[in-house]
């Protein structure tokens, strides 16, 4: 039998009759941007976050971009982001003009290193970019804390972890914005792209829905130079059918989780990372007698585990289990093969591998394998079972 690392069509497929029923009901309509369907989608977002002000747009990417744009960031601006995540992070960073700078990250939770962040402050440094990276949250109070000390912004790139927490309070919602991405793959997907910026500040608000809008306020008046960053009416038709399910998903994948945890825990070379931990020194001497090392989630997150992610030590060795997965039938997927400072668009700016260490090393050790919420456990004990050959080959 075959693993598919996702199927979308299991969790559209029981929603079909209510995902109908919304898309004729803006067919009939005749309302396909903007207007009350998104307006009822980000006013139902806002309450499950607890954020004060929601913008629909057009991405995850474009959230990142608008939430730029409305902090007034370009030329001559450093922002400070993670080498080992999407590309759309420091993509959109580079595209207002601004210089990505790029920092390590902590092999524990695969987040932003905050000591590398504080090394890489300078003068001209406007905002951090914390990537909580596969559904678990970065070490925000620390990272707010620097930002306070250096009058910085900062954007919460919330693209993989809609829904998680961080003491208590919803990513998204600590910084100065939020950012969320329902590509269909997400924790919460859309029928096609889809994105939300969050923030509790009215002015980044107002200033967010006119850019969406190519800057324009009122119409055909443009005071600010935008884009057209819109949410589809259908597709906040359909979020607004999914929402209502998303508790019971990450339930789901949270037991996924746990049950991997349980299984792939019983193999010879395979340890836990240690949630007590989030110390590269600690890790790399840890890691001797492993071969795979297990995620975590530290006790003060709430971790929607949008990714189920292994390190796989030893080089060639993750590769050689991607083959070995492969060859049973078994879906997984690289994030991310290639960290952002050695990517050729980047290269001018100059950083080497030694320079980022974990992220080099990252990018060739994850790889993630399937844990969506509709995943049979007997395709997971499959998964577990493919792995314990690996091991004992």
Not at 278 to 291: P, V
Request: charged share 20%; aromatic share 8%.
């Amino acid at each position: 039998m075959n693993v598919s690392l996702l199927d979308l069509k299991a969790q559209n497929g029981a929603l079909e009759p209510e995902l109908q029923e919304a898309f004729l009901r803006v067919v009939r309509s005749g309302h396909f941007i903007l207007g009350p369907e998104v307006e009822r989608f980000e006013r139902a977002l806002a309450e499950f976050t607890g954020a004060k002000h929601v913008v629909g747009v057009s991405s995850g990417t474009d959230a990142i971009l608008v939430a730029l744009m409305a902090l007034g960031i370009g030329p001559g601006d450093e922002v400070i982001c993670p080498s080992f995540t999407f590309f759309a992070t420091a993509g959109c960073v580079a595209r207002v003009g601004a210089k990505p700078v790029f920092v390590d990250s902590c092999p524990v939770c695969f987040n932003l290193d905050l000591r590398d962040v504080a090394r890489k402050i300078t003068v001209r440094t406007k905002a951090i970019v914390p990537v909580h990276l596969f559904g678990q949250a970065a070490e925000m109070d620390g990272l707010l804390e620097l930002s306070r000390a250096h009058g910085l912004r900062v954007i919460e790139d919330a693209a993989q972890a809609l829904g998680a927490t961080y003491r208590g309070r919803q990513v998204g919602t600590m910084g100065d914005c939020g950012t969320i991405s329902f590509f269909p793959t997400k924790n919460l997907g859309a029928l096609g792209d889809a994105g939300a910026v969050l923030t509790n500040d009215a002015a980044l608000y107002e200033r967010a829905k006119i850019l969406r809008m190519h800057g324009m306020e009122p119409k055909y008046h443009h005071a600010l130079v935008g884009g057209c960053f819109r949410l589809d009416a259908l597709q906040a038709a359909m979020l607004s059918v999914k929402l209502p399910h998303f508790n019971g998903y990450t339930a789901k994948r949270r037991g996924n989780a746990a049950l991997y945890a349980e299984l792939l825990g019983k193999l010879p070379g395979v340890r836990t990372a240690r949630a007590e931990d989030c110390g590269c020194a600690i890790e790399a001497k840890m890691e001797e007698k492993a071969r795979i090392v297990l995620p975590v989630a530290y006790a003060q997150n709430g971790h929607i585990w949008n990714q189920y992610t292994l390190r796989v030590i030893g080089a060639g060795q993750r590769e050689a289990l991607r083959a070995h997965l492969t060859s049973r039938g078994i879906g997984s997927e690289i994030y991310y093969p290639v960290p952002l400072h050695e990517q050729k668009c980047f290269a001018e700016l100059g950083y080497r591998a030694e320079e980022i260490p974990w992220a080099h090393r990252l990018a060739g050790e994850a790889i993630s394998v399937p844990i969506y919420p509709e995943i049979p456990a007997g395709e997971i004990e499959q998964v577990c079972a493919a792995i314990g050959e690996f091991l004992t080959r």
